[in-house]
């Protein structure tokens, strides 16, 4: 009798029920959906075929998280298709089919400590992944490693608020500006200024930047969003700082080993591995190391082992692909699928997107690439498209039409253009590729001057 007391009447189970299944799902979607690069609710809501009642019904009647995918597979025309995030969700087919090579078996008892070791500068760094990562710049040939420090941090994202901490001044009155040529990567801004700090401040397009002082220069090369190769733009005595997220021989000829002071890598644009929330920085003074150590101890205390395992794994798989005859013969190595998949993609896109009208995108330099033997065009992660004629807002002129991209304000340029990622899952692309036709075959403000 107390049991019964204590029990809600059932119209309000029931309620609470639908509630809690609403919630859930709203978990799901959320989590299926997000990705990189700040992505918000209402993006994640968008990418459904409508309003969230009836994904919802989608959801109940096809059963749980599976049962969404296979929908949003089979229904694809209906759907936005969210090309805004870099999420390189292309590699996982690759992944799939090379087996167990890459499977990580961890036992409860291992890597439970926060030191990893403690004769390395950067303590928290996992000798078995600092080894992989040598070995496979060294097998590459696209960055030195010796004589450099590698950091290891939560995501490249993490090793940009680490070197920021490190090269800024810790007394001086005014916070050091931060600058990078335009357009550049739409996170640096938010990452720069996002806690106010005294330390550093955004001050925008490197091309633009006149103040005397200090500063730091972050040069990304290939570019994100255009793939431009680049290098420093102001004419002072500044810090540089090498994001060299896409320098690797799937995106662009390999055609010099960088050694510049400071380089960021990340698994997340290397071998697909975006979750794993792994990167790595090579630097040259010890003392910058040791000041980026010092963040990432003060506000994570180190970074995750096991991701530290399982990157280490992925890359030593990647690098035995090319050195161990046997997985050679097995699979198809590594950065041989990433090159043919994309270079197949901007084949498509340059064919969809017409000759100039109604879009028009870059052109590339062609080059030997030292590693692959390949002669190619930068084929990056990314496309810069601009929409011509009497659009101004290239975003908005997609939306319409389904296709969800990141205007061009974001990254310090005009909304006549807009960045969409070539590394998503492949069906996506092709409907994407297809909607493009479409566009292409309609009268619209973008063929009207
Ligand atoms: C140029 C560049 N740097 C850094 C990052 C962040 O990488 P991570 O996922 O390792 O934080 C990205 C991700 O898109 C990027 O494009």
Redesign the pocket.
């Known amino acids: 009798m107390k049991y019964r007391k204590l029990c809600l009447p059932a119209v309000a189970m029931k309620h609470l029920l639908a509630v809690s299944v609403a919630l859930n799902v709203a978990l799901v979607l959320k989590l299926m959906h997000g990705g990189?690069?700040g992505v918000g609710w209402l993006k994640a809501e968008e990418t459904l075929a409508g309003p969230p009642k009836k994904a919802l019904q989608e959801m109940s009647s096809s059963g749980g998280v599976n049962g969404v995918q296979n929908n949003f597979e089979s229904g694809l025309q209906e759907l936005y298709i969210n090309l805004d995030h870099?999420d390189p969700t292309m590699y996982e087919s690759y992944w799939k089919q090379s087996g167990d090579k890459t499977t990580v078996v961890l036992s409860g008892w291992r890597s439970i400590s926060y030191f990893s070791d403690t004769r390395n500068l950067c303590w928290f760094l996992e000798p078995d992944f600092a080894n992989a990562v040598t070995r496979l710049h060294n097998l590459v040939g696209n960055a030195a490693t010796e004589n450099y420090h590698i950091v290891v941090?939560?995501?490249?994202?993490?090793l940009?608020q680490a070197v920021l901490y490190a090269l800024s001044p810790p007394n001086t009155p005014e916070p050091i500006s931060v600058v990078s040529a335009a357009p550049f990567?739409s996170?640096y801004p938010l990452t720069t200024d996002c806690l106010k700090s005294g330390l550093h401040k955004w001050e925008g397009d490197a091309n633009k930047f006149d103040k005397n002082g200090p500063y730091i220069e972050l040069v990304?090369s290939p570019?994100?969003p255009d793939g431009s190769i680049r290098q420093a733009v102001v004419n002072g005595t500044g810090v540089l700082v090498h994001?060299l997220?896409?320098y690797w021989p799937q995106y662009t000829p390999i055609s010099y080993r960088a050694d510049n002071d400071i380089m960021?890598f990340?698994?997340?644009?290397c071998t697909g591995h975006?979750g794993t929330?792994?990167?790595w920085a090579l630097v040259k003074d010890e003392e910058i190391a040791k000041k980026m150590t010092k963040f990432i101890e003060i506000v994570s205390i180190g970074v995750s082992k096991e991701s530290q395992l399982r990157a280490a794994k992925i890359l030593d798989v990647i690098s035995d692909g090319y050195e161990k005859k046997e997985s050679h013969e097995e699979n198809e190595p590594f950065f041989e699928f990433g090159y043919k998949e994309i270079g197949r993609r901007w084949r498509q896109l340059r064919a969809a997107a017409g000759n100039g009208k109604p879009f028009s995108l870059p052109d590339f330099p062609t080059g030997k690439c030292n590693f692959s033997g390949h002669e190619f065009e930068t084929q990056p992660?990314f496309a810069w498209m601009e929409c011509k004629g009497e659009t101004d807002d290239c975003e908005g002129f997609l939306r319409e039409h389904k296709i969800l991209t990141r205007g061009g304000k974001h990254f310090g340029s005009r909304s006549k253009y807009v960045r969409l990622s070539m590394i998503g899952r492949e069906e996506h692309f092709n409907e994407f590729i297809r909607r493009l036709s479409v566009i292409n075959s309609l009268d619209s403000p973008l063929t009207k001057d």
């Open positions: 990189d690069e870099g941090g939560t995501g490249s994202t993490q940009y990567y996170q990304t570019n994100n994001d997220a896409y960021l990340t698994v997340s644009k975006a929330r792994l990167g992660a």
